[in-house]
Nanobody, 120 residues
Framework: VQLQASGGGLVQPGGSLRLSCAASGSIYSINDMAWYRQAPGKQRVLVARITSGGSTNYADSVKGRFAISRDNAKSTVYLQMNSLKPDDSDVYYC???????????????WGQGTQVTVSS
């Protein structure tokens, strides 16, 4: 199982970016999917999470600006980032709890990280 993230880049303050993360490989089911961010030398922190049923929760710093969604048919999670601020700059990682097979236990999987830089 692999998670492939894309969509990061350089954007001006007030701009938008859309991150995508697709899961591939042997997948029986995907439970929660999420986006985290991590600054150099700091712990990875939750940005947004979405359950298999579509329930969402967000870090207070991004409420009203970011929106997480998922396409279960494509095993993909998205993060729409609007009204971006310089403080949003970090490496963003996607996460999914995936059960590879019916008889297998689920596990945490992480994407490779994508850099988001908000700067004029």
């Amino acid at each position: 199982v692999q998670l492939q993230a894309s969509g990061g880049g350089l954007v001006q303050p007030g701009g938008s970016l859309r991150l995508s993360c697709a899961a591939s490989g042997s997948i029986y089911s995907i439970n929660d999917m999420a986006w985290y961010r991590q600054a150099p030398g700091k712990q990875r922190v939750l940005v947004a999470r979405i359950t298999s049923g579509g329930s969402t929760n967000y870090a207070d710093s991004v409420k009203g600006r970011f929106a997480i969604s998922r396409d279960n048919a494509k095993s993909t999670v998205y993060l729409q980032m609007n009204s971006l601020k310089p403080d949003d700059s970090d490496v963003y990682y996607c996460y999914a709890f995936i059960k590879p097979g019916f008889w297998e236990r689920g596990a945490d999987y992480w994407g490779q990280g994508t850099q988001v830089t908000v700067s004029s």
